[in-house]
Each structure stands twice: as structure tokens, then as C-alpha cells.
């Protein structure tokens, strides 16, 4: 009885600690694996955008080998063409965006599972915005996203892609879908001249493109923040690699939560970090410090919910091949995070 009461003692001191938002030894609550000997090698195929930069960070600053790991990171071209490689278990993990067509994949059995997050979209003040003609605020034309029924929007990426996706979003807020306006896929460069020669009404857009647009006057913001700590991009990891080499799978995971840990608040632009970030993207350090607020949660929690919301969204759209939820056990695989979190203690999440 009193064992039973010590062991529930000792898990609400570690649960307060991890309130008060501290990270270090005091709030492990499980010891840290030991290095594999001899090491595994993990290959992962990656598109070099700093969305996905835990996993540069993790390299970079040695996390990985001091769990035993041999990582390798491929540049690919696309989300897609690491999902080929994943589906040909040529590579073990991929870095990728959550299109529409993967939805259906899914349901078909394709056997590759979301380990970790990639960045999340900030909780305000988020980089995709939904701007609309200033002439038709100024008129009164559009006051409210209600207003933009039978406007002509534009998206870039077509049918299913996450242009479309956010409008969607945009849109339900005043209770309408996309039957309700004309979706014109336009591609980002091209909307401030869009604007320009009042060929769309409105344009959902990011920096910079939506700074330009502002800045020329064509355009006002007229809503943002409609998908708060959405998830977009994933790290995905093939049914092979989580079947042959768990251990593995384990520590990848275990090296991206201390590394997103190395990169919250004033620390993401630390030299070691930055050494990273330049290393596996073709981006500047004038860039990167100018760039859009990018969050990465130091708890590397799966938003479960927020993927569930994009297949519903794409589902209701018309762009999957079947008509009811899709289980998301067929998706997310969390218990690396969950063992993450077990040797690390809970972090104060990203602001």
C-alpha cells in the first residue's frame, strides 16, 4: 500500500515539474536508451525546406550518433517522391508534406506511419493569409469572409492540394464550402499581378508573396489564424523500418525531441543550429532570420485531431476515393513520441 502510494507521489511532483515548464533530469521519468552498438543506419529522404528542421538540427548537432544511429539525409524534390522511395523501402523515413492523395493511399493500405511532427503553423499571427482586392473593401463589397460567396479565389496547388485545404478553412468559418465560390488555381508569384489586374478577388497566399501584395496596396488582410498549430508536414516512417529496426525508430525519434528542444525562443537561431539549417537547405542567414516564425514543439506531440480535420476536409471535398473517416490508426504510430517524452519529461509546449 505504501509503495503504491510513493510510486503516486513521485507522479505528481514529476507532473507539476513538467507544469512549471522545466526540461532536464529532474522530470525523466524513464532512463535513456543506451547507444546501439553497432550502430543502425537510417536513411531518410527529405525535402530541404525548414519545415523540417529538427532532423538537421539532430544530425548537425551530433544527436544522432550519440544514440547509435548512422543517419543519412537525402534531398529529394518532393513529398511524393520520398513516398515512393518509403513504399519501395529504399529509404526508412521521409520528411513530407500531408497532400490529398495520401488519404486515399492510406486507405488502401499504403504502410507508412507519421512518427513525429514537422513545424507547426503558429498559434497567432500565422503565415497564410487570406487577402482580399481593396477596392472591394474600400466599396464594402467584401466586409467578411461571408461576403466572398461567388468571389473568385485564388489557391495555389489545385484540387487537394493545401492551398485548397485553407480556404476551405477560411471559408467555413462563415459556414460556406468551396461550391460556394470560384477556387482559381494561381501559383504564388503570380498573385500580387492577379491583384493587380482585378482578374481574382482575393488570394490565400504567405510571405512573400502576401507581403508584397500589402505592400502594393492592392490588397487587405481579411482573415488568418484559421488553422492555429496545424500540422502540414510530417516526419513518415515506412512499415519496414518500424518493424525491423524499432530500437532504431526509438532513438531517431528520441534525437529529434532533444533537438527541437535545442531550437525554442531566442536558442533556434543559435550557431550550432543555424550550422544545420544551412547545411541541408539551399536558404541564407539573412533569410532564415527573416523568415516567417516557424514552431516546433519541444514534446513533439502528433495533433491526432488537426489530421483528422484535413482528411475530413478533403473527404467532404470530393478528393479521396472513399466517403467515411478514415481510422487514423492507418496513420499515426505515437508511441516513439510517447517513449520520447518518458526520457525527457514533458516541456512547456511552443508558444
Known amino acids: 500500500m505504501f509503495e503504491g502510494f510513493a510510486r503516486w507521489r513521485a507522479a505528481c511532483a514529476a507532473m ?25 543506419s537510417v536513411r531518410v529522404a527529405y525535402v530541404p525546406i525548414m519545415k523540417f528542421a529538427t532532423v538537421y538540427v539532430a544530425e548537425a548537432r551530433g544527436l544522432f550518433k550519440k544514440y547509435g544511429l548512422d543517419v543519412k539525409l537525402d534531398s529529394v524534390k518532393s513529398g511524393t517522391e520520398a513516398i515512393a522511395f518509403l513504399d519501395k523501402g529504399s529509404v526508412d523515413v521521409g520528411g513530407i508534406s500531408i497532400v490529398a492523395s495520401l488519404w486515399s493511399a492510406w486507405n488502401r493500405g499504403l504502410d507508412i506511419r507519421v512518427i513525429a511532427p514537422g513545424a507547426l503553423d503558429p498559434m497567432k499571427d500565422g503565415p497564410t493569409k487570406l487577402i482580399v482586392r481593396k477596392d472591394l473593401m474600400d466599396s464594402s463589397a467584401v466586409k467578411t469572409v461571408a461576403d466572398l460567396k461567388g468571389k473568385r479565389i ?20 462563415a459556414k460556406l464550402t468551396l461550391r460556394d465560390v470560384q477556387l482559381l488555381n494561381v501559383g504564388n508569384a503570380d498573385m500580387p499581378a492577379a491583384m493587380e489586374a482585378k482578374s481574382v478577388d482575393a488570394v490565400l497566399t504567405s510571405s512573400p508573396y502576401s507581403d508584397q501584395v500589402l505592400k502594393a496596396g492592392t490588397g487587405t488582410l481579411l482573415a488568418q489564424d484559421f488553422t492555429p498549430g496545424l500540422m502540414t508536414v510530417a516526419f513518415v516512417a515506412s512499415g519496414k523500418f518500424i518493424k525491423d529496426k524499432p530500437e532504431a525508430a526509438e532513438r531517431f525519434v528520441l534525437a529529434m525531441t532533444e533537438a527541437a528542444r535545442m531550437m525554442q525562443g531566442g536558442d533556434f537561431l543559435a550557431q550550432p543550429n543555424m550550422d544545420g539549417y544551412l547545411k541541408y537547405t539551399a536558404s541564407t542567414p539573412e533569410a532564415i532570420k527573416k523568415g516567417a516564425n516557424i514552431i516546433f514543439d519541444p514534446n513533439m506531440a502528433i495533433p491526432t485531431a488537426g489530421l483528422a480535420d484535413i482528411e475530413r476536409v478533403h473527404r467532404e471535398n470530393g478528393r479521396t476515393e472513399y466517403d467515411k473517416p478514415l481510422d487514423m490508426a492507418k496513420v499515426v504510430d505515437d508511441r516513439f513520441v510517447a517513449k520520447a517524452i518518458a526520457v525527457l519529461g514533458k516541456a512547456a509546449p511552443a508558444k
Not at 507539476?16 to 553497432?38: F, N, R, S
Not at 485564388?154 to 468559418?173: C, I, Q, R, T
Open 16 to 40: 507539476m515539474l513538467g507544469c512549471a515548464g522545466g526540461i532536464g533530469p529532474a522530470l525523466a521519468q524513464a532512463p535513456a536508451p543506451k547507444p546501439l552498438d553497432p550502430p543502425q
Open 154 to 173: 485564388a489557391a495555389a496547388g489545385g484540387p487537394g492540394s493545401g492551398g485548397e485545404y485553407f480556404v476551405s478553412k477560411a471559408l467555413e468559418s
